[in-house]
């Protein structure tokens, strides 16, 4: 079994900077992609950013210049280090994962999102 907990969201004010975190545990063999999806009200979810095993990275446009994904294979933890936010930027931030676990069983997993809140 695996969890994720993510970390990190909150109220900031327009230009300001979060961190988010998001840590995996459990039977864990190997993380392969990882990334960050966000889902305002009334929007469908959509990717931010994600990072290979390798440590290729991809941005949606709107982020680009202004977040950066990071990850820590030690610790089987994501990064997104968000600045210059925007109100437009207020949504869920959801972590995605690819595991494979000991038992050779892989899947993609989801964190429980984190709310952050971006004021004009």
């Known amino acids: 079994q695996v969890q994720l907990v993510e970390s990190g969201g909150g109220l900031v004010q327009a230009g300001g900077s979060l961190r988010l975190s998001c840590a995996a545990s459990g039977s864990i063999f190997k993380i392969n992609g990882m990334g960050w999806y966000r889902q305002a009200p009334g929007k469908q979810r959509e990717l931010v950013a994600a990072?290979?095993?390798?440590?290729?990275?991809n941005y949606a446009d709107s982020v680009k210049g202004r977040f950066t994904i990071s990850r820590d294979n030690a610790k089987n933890t994501v990064y997104l280090q968000m600045n210059s936010l925007k109100p437009e930027d207020t949504a869920v931030y959801y972590c995605?994962?690819?595991?494979?676990?000991?038992?050779?069983?892989?899947?993609?997993?989801w964190g429980e999102g984190t709310l952050v809140t971006v004021s004009s």
């Open positions: 990072v290979t095993s390798g440590g290729s990275t």
């Open positions: 995605n994962l690819d595991i494979t676990t000991t038992r050779w069983y892989a899947s993609s997993y």
